[in-house]
């Protein structure tokens, strides 16, 4: 089992910056490939980013060039460096973890709970 808590959310401006963290305990973390989804009221959940145990990183065309994904394997982390946020990126983010690097849920074993950012015009 890999349980992971995602940290950062809040309220901001928009064309403000966010900074959400992801920590995870468990199973060796190196072995993971880390993605961040978020899910926006009555939309379906939607791949951002992911980043691959061996570092390499996959944007999603939404996000691209605006946010950054890195990880940090001595401390088990993952941070999403989100910038220029914009109205429509009000969402609940999840981190997930899984063998698979992919843009689809199913590829993610394990979940966080998610936490919530919410972007005022």
Same mark, same amino acid.
Do not use: H
């Given at each position: 089992?890999?349980?992971?808590?995602?940290?950062?959310?809040?309220?901001?401006?928009?064309?403000?910056?966010?900074?959400?963290?992801?920590?995870?305990?468990?199973?060796?973390?190196?072995?993971?490939?880390?993605?961040?989804?978020?899910?926006?009221?009555?939309?379906?959940?939607?791949?951002?980013?992911?980043?691959?145990?061996?570092?390499? *990183?996959?944007?999603?065309? #939404?996000? &691209?060039?605006?946010? +950054?994904?890195?990880?940090?394997? $001595?401390?088990? /982390?993952? *941070?999403?460096?989100?910038? #220029?946020? &914009?109205?429509?990126? +009000?969402?609940?983010?999840?981190? $997930?973890?899984? /063998?698979?690097?992919?843009?689809?849920?199913?590829?993610?074993?394990?979940?966080?709970?998610?936490?919530?950012?919410?972007?005022?015009?």
């Amino acid at each position: 089992q890999v349980q992971l808590v995602e940290s950062g959310g809040g309220l901001v401006q928009a064309g403000g910056s966010l900074r959400l963290s992801c920590a995870a305990s468990g199973r060796t973390f190196t072995n993971y490939n880390m993605a961040w989804f978020r899910q926006a009221p009555e939309k379906e959940r939607e791949f951002l980013v992911v980043i691959r145990y061996s570092g390499g *990183t996959y944007y999603g065309d #939404s996000v &691209k060039g605006r946010f +950054t994904i890195s990880r940090d394997n $001595a401390k088990n /982390t993952v *941070t999403l460096q989100m910038n #220029s946020l &914009k109205p429509e990126d +009000t969402a609940v983010y999840y981190c $997930a973890a899984g /063998t698979q690097s992919t843009t689809y849920e199913r590829g993610y074993n394990y979940w966080g709970q998610g936490t919530r950012v919410t972007v005022s015009s």
